[in-house]
């Protein structure tokens, strides 16, 4: 089974920075692409980031532009998220996910069932 476990959540006041990994097992990487997604409180959960697997071309929502950075350790099949100057409308949990990559449209996945989820980690910035 595909397996996503994440790390590097925490508080960070505004201007902070944090770097969210997200270890992944189970599959062959290089046919899956991979993202990450957050959700705030009472909104929903939307996607933030993405990597394609075959020619490491990134993707962002507007809003992350310039401060976030994804990235990936082909070797240890870890993905990160490097978050710089946070703001805190950036507060949320954060997702990644992996999915075959002609399940993703842009940042979001046609069915969010075909897609593995890591556990959720929490950024909060004051």
């Known amino acids: 089974d595909v397996q996503l476990v994440e790390s590097g959540g925490g508080s960070v006041q505004a201007g902070g920075s944090l770097r969210l990994s997200c270890a992944a097992s189970?599959?062959?990487?290089?046919?899956?692409?991979m993202g990450w997604f957050r959700q705030a409180p009472g909104k929903e959960r939307t996607g933030v980031a993405k990597?394609?697997?075959?020619?490491?071309?990134?993707s962002y929502i507007d809003s992350v532009k310039g401060r976030f950075t994804i990235s990936k350790d082909k070797a240890d099949n870890i993905l990160y998220l490097q978050m710089s100057n946070l703001k805190p409308e950036d507060t949320a949990v954060y997702y990644c996910?992996?999915?075959?990559?002609?399940?993703?449209?842009?940042?979001?996945?046609?069915?969010?069932?075909?897609?593995?989820w890591g556990q959720g980690t929490q950024v909060t910035v004051s």
């Open positions: 189970g599959y062959t990487y290089s046919s899956i692409c």
């Open positions: 990597i394609v697997s075959e020619d490491e071309s990134t």
């Open positions: 996910a992996a999915a075959r990559c002609f399940i993703w449209d842009g940042l979001r996945l046609r069915d969010e069932a075909f897609a593995y």
